[in-house]
T-cell receptor
Framework: DAKTTQPPSMDCAEGRAANLPCNHSTISGNEYVYWYRQIHSQGPQYIIHGLKNNETNEMASLIITEDRKSSTLILPHATLRDTAVYYC??????????FGAGTTVTVRA | DAGITQSPRHKVTETGTPVTLRCHQTENHRYMYWYRQDPGHGLRLIHYSYGVKDTDKGEVSDGYSVSRSKTEDFLLTLESATSSQTSVYFCAIALAGDEQFFGPGTRLTVL
């Protein structure tokens, strides 16, 4: 699986958009980008995934660059409950995920 | 909602003793996974299963074995627990659309 690089931490103001970057410069053409988050002590929670088109669901938007070497997860209106560790994962279709250290996002009032 | 239960939720044991963790799902999903998580790290895959009696190793499988004799149960066994296996263990299932759904976790302490 392609490796990903994320900043170790970031802060965000409540009510503002949170933009979480991820670099995956060695991604292959058939590898998907997945985002999960983990709120303290809980199991990870799926957020969104995409291959090359931008995606949006009720939780977030995923913007993938045209060359697919990086992506950005956007939380449109961050709340205190969005404080969590966010993981960017790249994988091929064998159902296995490889988690890195992720980005610790702290939403401040 | 996908239903996953893990048992026990907390366990303290001694070095050298066998330990079995159970993951139970209620919806007949084919793929099941065991991960471990240590402080400051993301999750690491131990073993996974793609059907009854069909299992394969993940990236940190040494010291662990698994069994899946029926669709709903995936067991993780530490044959002889060591202190390095103190961790939080998460079970997961793969839902339709490739999303993995995680259980609540089991906190294991090996003294």
């Amino acid at each position: 699986d392609a490796k990903t690089t994320q900043p170790p931490s970031m802060d965000c103001a409540e009510g503002r958009a949170a933009n979480l970057p991820c670099n995956h410069s060695t991604i292959s053409g058939n590898e998907y980008v997945y985002w999960y988050r983990q709120i303290h002590s809980q199991g990870p929670q799926y957020i969104i995934h995409g291959l090359k088109n931008n995606e949006t669901n009720e939780m977030a938007s995923l913007i993938i660059t045209e060359d697919r070497k990086s992506s950005t997860l956007i939380l449109p209106h961050a709340t205190l409950r969005d404080t969590a560790v966010y993981y960017c994962i790249v994988r091929v279709g064998d159902y296995k995920l490889s988690f890195g250290a992720g980005t610790t996002v702290t939403v401040r009032a | 909602d996908a239903g996953i239960t893990q048992s026990p939720r907390h366990k303290v044991t001694e070095t050298g003793t066998p330990v079995t963790l159970r993951c139970h799902q209620t919806e007949n999903h084919r793929y099941m996974y065991w991960y471990r998580q240590d402080p400051g790290h993301g999750l690491r895959l131990i073993h996974y299963s793609y059907g009854v009696k069909d299992t394969d190793k993940g990236e940190v499988s040494d010291g662990y074995s698994v069994s899946r004799s029926k669709t709903e149960d995936f067991l993780l066994t530490l044959e002889s627990a060591t202190s390095s296996q103190t961790s939080v263990y998460f079970c997961a299932i793969a839902l339709a659309g490739d999303e993995q759904f995680f259980g609540p976790g089991t906190r294991l302490t090996v003294l």
